[in-house]
């Protein structure tokens, strides 16, 4: 029964961790429009920041409180579920072209990102001068993509989406609405974390596994429903080219942004699991992905299928190697 409890509770923090980061940036896209912020840097650090404040603040709060199993298990999680899941879900209701401009600068960025973490993993620990070189490493993108936008050169679905910002759906008016907004957020995100991280461990703890494999899964999935539900309305909408930049994309931020900001906050020890089983996992994944994206093939029915059934076989294979099935 208390096991159920504490599963309540995470998934709360979930709800509320998705709830805040939306109001925030909303907010904080509002706010930054009136100060009259040009669309495009708003929608490369506000939106695209704030996007994957869930996943931050679940890290941070992680190693912060002792548990950076479950840091780094929410970081390659989300990455393999982005993959595996996100991209499965949306090609069953529509084939995903793969030809949309910047969408195999992504696929390279985000396999670079995985090889990166998995490299850095050999030490057994990552450490804060290595959590600087990844925290560095999405700033140089994050220039690197304003300054290609600003060259008028070809710019991701994606991005060209997050620069938006003036037709954002539902972006507060009055100034009132806007600081309640940004409260909201500012109030809901750590509130959040502490819920999924704390009640995080008392289920790892309970059903005698470590905090990482509730990372890898519980809470990997809750992060990952942004990305979920943006990519099934992409393909609901016909615009699945936006579904693989939306997965890379946020794989990229993932490893650099969060994982940067967690070494940072602490050392996060990996497990030797990780070395064995899911980073090669995430890194497999990119490379089939990518093989789709360079060799310009749509991510058909059949293959959402597969990828599907993929991501379902390394959960398997995952509950199967903690001793839970």
């Given at each position: ?10 998934t709360a923090g979930v709800v509320l961790l998705l709830f805040a980061g939306d109001v925030l940036v909303r907010g904080s896209a ?248 899911d980073l090669w996992v995430m890194v497999a994944a990119g490379v089939v992905l990518g093989g789709f994206a360079f060799a310009r ?29």
């Amino acid at each position: 029964m208390l096991i159920f409890i504490h599963l309540f509770w995470l998934t709360a923090g979930v709800v509320l961790l998705l709830f805040a980061g939306d109001v925030l940036v909303r907010g904080s896209a509002a706010l930054a429009n009136r100060w009259g912020v040009p669309p495009l840097i708003i929608g490369l650090t506000v939106v695209a920041l704030g996007t994957s404040a869930p996943e931050l603040v679940v890290s941070v709060g992680a190693v912060l409180n002792g548990a950076s199993g479950l840091a780094l298990g929410n970081i390659v999680g989300s990455n393999i579920a982005n993959m595996l899941l996100v991209l499965s879900v949306p090609a069953l209701i529509l084939p995903i072209t793969t030809t949309a401009p910047g969408t195999r600068r992504n696929v390279m960025f985000a396999l670079s990102a995985s090889i990166i973490l998995t490299l850095l993993s050999f030490g057994g620990v990552i450490v804060f001068w290595q959590g600087v070189l990844l925290f560095s490493l999405i700033i140089i993108y994050l220039i690197y993509l304003f300054t290609q936008a600003r060259a008028g050169m070809e710019v991701a679905a994606d991005i060209r989406e997050m620069a938006d910002v003036e037709h954002m759906q539902g972006l507060p008016k009055s100034t009132r609405t806007v600081v309640i907004f940004i409260v909201l957020g500012l109030i809901g995100l750590p509130l959040g974390g502490q819920l999924v991280g704390s009640n995080g461990v008392k289920i790892a703890e309970l059903m005698g596994v470590s905090d990482a494999v509730i990372g890898l899964t519980i809470v990997a999935i809750g992060t990952s429903l942004p990305e979920l539900s943006t990519s099934v309305i992409a393909a609901l909408r016909r615009h699945g080219d936006l579904a693989v930049g939306n997965a890379f994309g946020s794989n990229i931020f993932n490893v650099f942004a969060v994982g940067g900001a967690s070494a940072m906050a602490g050392d996060i020890i990996v497990p030797h699991s990780f070395l064995e089983y899911d980073l090669w996992v995430m890194v497999a994944a990119g490379v089939v992905l990518g093989g789709f994206a360079f060799a310009r093939l749509k991510i058909g029915r059949f293959a959402g299928l597969i990828l599907l059934m993929a991501y379902i076989a390394y959960l398997v294979g995952l509950l199967y190697r903690e001793g839970l099935l």
